[in-house]
């Protein structure tokens, strides 16, 4: 499932792609924005996630998410590389497509706080709270408390309407994520066992990224969340020796859920790259 946000200007197609746990309604000021400023914008849905169908083998390894983004991607521009926006797991998701696909395939990246080390307590942190509640919420108003306690840096909502766009309703009542828990079962194992453990599993992943991260050939820019406990400086500083060529800017106040967390601010780092590095097609 998709949003495309159409623009009639001949400015390259911008891709959102969305964390773990979200769907595509995350990003839905933002690419009004870029749209107002001449793109055409489509955020879509991950597999299991928000109304994208969940996979019936309950397997969710990045190779399917990679190819569905190549296959995306071919969709809606074909005849010239868009640029491609991911958080978290969006990008992690953009990180391996550079080792599956020709490094061309974008205008321009823009990695929103993930890189490929990340901190593994702050990790571990993020894949604790997916992995709690799996059988729902009583009510709307239990999950927002849980979300507020969560991330403390966003006022609860007085109003928990919003909630519908990542919570559904069983048929017994109950509130559940709209995303298939089998999405943390079948990936995120190396964050919920042994320490020592996954900890020699977790470096085995990140060189994996690290080597996707290597070939990234298009203009780049790391937003990172200053308050982040999943992006440090120091992976900051591992990415930029990766990626020689890219900018990196840190939004002020925010954590891990950058865009959620000062929406204007990301959205306007975006905006400015964008406008700055890629060309628009003749």
């Given at each position: 499932?998709?949003?495309?946000?159409?623009?009639?200007?001949?400015?390259p197609?911008?891709?959102?792609?969305?964390?773990?746990?979200?769907?595509?309604?995350?990003?839905?000021t933002?690419?009004?924005?870029?749209?107002?400023?001449?793109?055409?914008?489509v955020?879509?849905?991950?597999?299991?996630?928000?109304d994208?169908?969940?996979?019936?083998?309950?397997?969710y390894?990045v190779e399917?998410?990679?190819?569905d983004?190549i296959?995306?991607?071919?969709h809606?521009?074909?005849?010239?590389?868009?640029?491609?926006?991911?958080?978290?797991?969006?990008?992690?998701i953009?990180?391996?497509?550079?080792?599956?696909?020709?490094?061309?395939?974008?205008?321009a990246?823009?990695?929103?706080?993930?890189?490929?080390?990340?901190?593994?307590?702050g990790?571990?942190?993020?894949?604790?709270?997916?992995?709690?509640?799996?059988?729902?919420?009583?009510?709307?108003?239990d999950?927002?408390?849980?979300?507020?306690?969560?991330?403390?840096?966003?006022?609860?909502?007085?109003?928990?309407?919003?909630l519908h766009?990542?919570?559904?309703?069983r048929?017994?009542?109950?509130?559940?994520?709209?995303w298939?828990?089998?999405?943390?079962?079948s990936?995120?194992d190396?964050?919920?066992?042994?320490?020592?453990?996954?900890?020699?599993?977790?470096?085995?992943?990140?060189?994996?990224?690290a080597?996707?991260?290597?070939?990234?050939?298009?203009?780049?820019l790391?937003?990172?969340?200053?308050l982040s406990?999943?992006?440090?400086?120091?992976?900051?500083s591992?990415?930029?020796?990766?990626?020689?060529?890219a900018?990196?800017?840190?939004?002020t106040?925010t954590?891990h859920?950058?865009?959620?967390?000062?929406n204007?601010?990301?959205?306007?780092?975006?905006?400015?790259?964008?406008?700055?590095?890629?060309?628009?097609?003749?």
């Open positions: 499932m998709a949003d495309c946000y159409r623009h009639a200007a001949t400015r197609v911008v891709l959102l792609l969305h964390g773990g746990g979200q769907s595509r309604h995350a990003w839905a933002t690419a009004r924005r870029l749209h107002s400023h001449g793109y055409t914008v955020a879509y849905d991950t597999r299991g996630h928000g994208s169908d969940w996979d019936p083998s309950g397997q390894g399917r998410f990679v190819s983004l296959s995306i991607r071919g809606v521009s074909a005849d010239s590389p868009p640029a491609v926006v991911g958080a978290s797991l969006g990008g992690l953009i990180l391996a497509t550079h080792l599956l696909a020709p490094p061309d395939l974008w205008a990246v823009v990695l929103v706080d993930i890189t490929p080390r990340i901190e593994f307590h990790a571990r942190r993020v894949v604790s709270f997916m992995a709690a509640h799996p059988d729902g919420f009583d009510t709307l108003n999950a927002a408390d849980i979300i507020a306690e969560y991330n403390p840096r966003r006022a609860r909502p007085e109003n928990v309407d919003g766009k990542v919570l559904r309703q048929s017994d009542g109950r509130w559940i994520w709209r298939d828990p089998a999405f943390i079962s990936n995120f190396v964050l919920q066992g042994n320490l020592m453990t996954s900890s020699e599993e977790f470096d085995a992943i990140s060189g994996f990224l080597e996707g991260a290597r070939r990234i050939i298009a203009p780049t790391l937003i990172r969340g200053a406990d999943v992006v440090s400086q120091e992976t900051v591992e990415f930029l020796q990766l990626v020689p060529h900018e990196t800017t840190d939004v106040g954590g859920m950058v865009a959620g967390d000062n204007d601010a990301f959205t306007a780092a975006v905006t400015d790259f964008l406008d700055r590095t890629i060309r628009t097609p003749t």
